[in-house]
């Protein structure tokens, strides 16, 4: 098939740092599409000028009936790097599309500062949530982060102050490759930058606090980092469920009777490429669960208010669901069903209700049927003992 769109990637020193290919597609183009930035930097071209509307989506009508005639998409840098790219190849197939990239602003900043890129977490937040950035902060850590415009600086600077890593050196580093770039350094609570242009990276190694808050890998984070009225699975019952549930990369999860959210917050914080679904009755609740969310780096959970098993109907299918509040014979067989094939079931009761729809869960589909107990200190005059919570029993099944 003809190669009728041309996807390239521009950089802020414009049109003369294109290879001569590049530049005779522009030439040659009926229709260039691109930013106000990305057009401003081609100057004039014979080809008529589309501006990305918002949404982009916007453009794909009048890009689809261009097919077969040459036409050209500008983008930043790498287009298939949090770019463009992605986008239109969800419409046009490659046989249809020729690329040609530009260096990415990652690897602009990582040869500025001398950083291996394998070494560092790439992450956007243009046009994404802010609060993915949390996850990302961890000890000696270094980051690149693509920022949404020039307030994007300082929002970092305050969070690592907050966070207990005012130490942590920020470089700011400003449309790199162009004749304008400009580079800044200084500690995070030391932040004065008053004049940081719109388009701009920013580099982050973190220096933490002995004190410093920080999102630990393994599963199981301190009850009172949730904000709860306590509807919430306690952590070491909450590290168990996690490990029954298996998140693997780029899997949905139900999280039916979610209470604050804690089982789906830590099973998106297992990959940032899982979703979850937090199914949840109480509308109080619910925005509980949202502001755990945010607060904890999972601003793209999903909330739905309503008791199941109708709120299950219409979600994106699961791969895994867990019932964790409200399990009833219809729910179970509800989830059950919504389950595909290899699909994981986890449910935890305390009542003995409950326990007994497991049990003949666990009889009619097998699996694994655990009893729970955890037990924790508490002073008893001038010594200890141990105070024993609500036992739990587990189900966990496997769909065949």
């Known amino acids: 098939m003809e190669k009728w769109l041309s996807i390239i990637g521009i950089g802020e020193a414009g049109i003369e740092s294109l290879p001569p290919a590049a530049r005779a597609l522009i ?4 229709l260039i599409i691109g930013g106000a930035r990305h057009l ?5 071209a014979a080809a008529e000028k589309l501006s990305w509307p918002s949404p982009l989506t916007d453009a794909l009508p009048r890009l689809l009936a261009e097919r077969g005639s040459p036409t050209v998409v500008l983008a930043s840098g ?18 249809e599309i020729f690329v040609i990239p530009s260096p990415s602003a990652f690897s602009l900043a990582a040869a500025r500062l001398g950083w291996s890129q394998q070494d560092c977490a790439l992450l956007s937040l243009h046009g994404r949530a802010f609060e993915r950035l949390t996850p990302h902060l961890q000890p000696h850590a270094r980051l690149l982060a693509l920022s949404w415009d020039e307030t994007t600086p300082a929002r970092i600077a305050q969070r690592l102050t907050a966070n207990g890593m005012g130490a942590s050196r920020l470089i700011v580093l ?17 932040f004065c930058l008053d004049d940081v242009a719109a388009l701009n990276t920013v580099a982050i190694e973190i220096v933490a606090d002995p004190s410093a808050r920080m999102i630990p890998r393994a599963p199981g984070l301190p009850d009172d980092w ?3 009225d306590g509807q919430l699975t306690k ?3 909450r590290a168990v469920t996690l490990s029954a549930l298996a998140p693997r990369k780029g899997e949905t999860l139900w999280d039916v009777g979610a209470g604050s959210g804690s089982i789906s917050i830590e099973w998106m914080l297992s990959d940032p490429s899982n979703r979850a679904v937090a199914i949840e009755r109480d509308a109080l609740r619910a925005a509980r669960i949202a502001r755990n969310a945010l607060a904890l780096g999972t601003p793209d959970l999903e909330i739905v208010t309503g008791a199941a098993p109708q709120a299950l109907l219409d979600l994106q299918a699961p791969d895994a669901i867990f019932i964790g509040g409200g399990a009833n014979a219809e729910t179970l067989e509800a989830a059950w069903r919504a389950l595909p094939a290899h699909g994981r079931i986890v449910v935890n009761a305390v009542t003995l209700e409950t326990q007994t729809l497991l049990t003949q869960a666990f009889e009619e589909k097998g699996g694994d049927l655990t009893h729970l107990q955890i037990s924790r200190a508490r002073p008893v ?12 029993l587990q189900w966990r099944g496997v769909k065949a």
């Open 27 to 30: 030439a040659n183009a009926r």
């Open 40 to 44: 401003a930097l081609i100057g004039d």
């Open 78 to 95: 790498d287009p298939f790097f949090y770019g463009v790219g992605d986008l239109i190849s969800r419409h046009v197939s490659r046989e």
């Open 174 to 190: 400003e449309r790199l490759g162009g004749p304008k770039e400009r580079i800044h350094e200084t500690r995070a609570d030391a």
């Open 226 to 228: 949730f904000e709860n």
């Open 235 to 237: 952590r070491e019952i």
């Open 381 to 392: 005059g001038r010594f200890h003992a141990l105070d024993p919570a609500m036992a739990v």
